[in-house]
């Protein structure tokens, strides 16, 4: 069974900067499923890259992701004030599909 | 628009049983798998279980194989989750969600259950 583990655990940044988080896997991911989810204080998560890299829809440009086999990354390349929140990786190309433990992108 | 109406949370008590029901409007909902993903207070996310869209494939995490039934009306477009011989460690918001592959691709609000005496 993969585990992903991710960090930081915490990232303080400011408006207009860069985050860059990690998200590393026990094994290699298969076929590069491997996705990451925003979720805001009191929300569901939101679904925001897919396949590694694919943004869904209605996702802005400034998200992206990169990575093979155990390394992935996600970079927000300019910090907006909604982007503020935390954030997962998940594998899912096989049963049980795990969630790493979260990155929280915070205002400094 | 999809959208994914969980209900039937509350408070347990430990031993007990509680069965989550997911209302899904606008997608075909007999085409998807779908899933039940769990959140802990403070916690992080845990995927809990998923079943096929015909509903005849279904896979559970080890924490709750053996305790939580997964299944599905098509007929109705609704998605269950039993949950039985409930434990503290099991209380969190439970999210209904579509699946394509375990790619969570929508999500609920969430239901809340508590396990506590």
């Known amino acids: 069974e993969i585990v992903l583990t991710q960090s930081p655990g915490t990232l303080s940044l400011s408006p207009g900067e860069r985050a860059t988080l990690s998200c590393r896997a026990s094994?290699?991911?298969?076929?590069?499923?491997l996705a990451w989810y925003q979720q805001k204080p009191g929300q569901a998560p939101r679904l925001l890259i897919y396949g590694v890299s694919s943004r869904a829809t209605g996702v802005p440009d400034r998200f992206s992701g990169s990575g093979s086999g155990t390394d992935f990354t996600l970079t927000i390349s300019r910090l907006e004030p909604e982007d503020f929140a935390v954030y997962y990786c998940q594998q899912y190309g096989s049963s049980p599909p795990p969630f790493g433990g979260g990155t929280k992108v915070e205002i400094k | 628009e999809v959208q994914l109406l969980e209900s039937g949370g509350g408070l347990v008590q430990p031993g007990g049983s509680l069965r989550l029901s997911c209302a899904a409007s606008?997608?075909?909902?007999?085409?998807?798998?779908m899933s039940w993903v769990r959140q802990a207070p403070g916690k992080g996310l845990e995927w809990v279980s998923g079943?096929?869209?015909?509903?005849?494939?279904?896979y559970y995490a080890d924490s709750v194989k053996g305790r939580f039934t997964i299944s599905r009306g098509n007929s109705m477009n609704t998605l269950f989750l039993q949950m039985n011989s409930l434990r503290a460690e099991d209380t969190a918001m439970y999210y209904c969600?579509?699946?394509?592959?375990?790619?969570?691709?929508?999500w609920g609000q969430g239901t809340l259950v508590t396990v506590s005496s």
């Open positions: 079943i096929s869209s015909g509903g005849s494939s279904t």
């Open positions: 094994q290699s991911v298969s076929s590069s499923y």
């Open positions: 969600a579509t699946s394509k592959q375990w790619l969570v691709t929508h």
């Open positions: 606008g997608f075909t909902f007999s085409r998807d798998a």
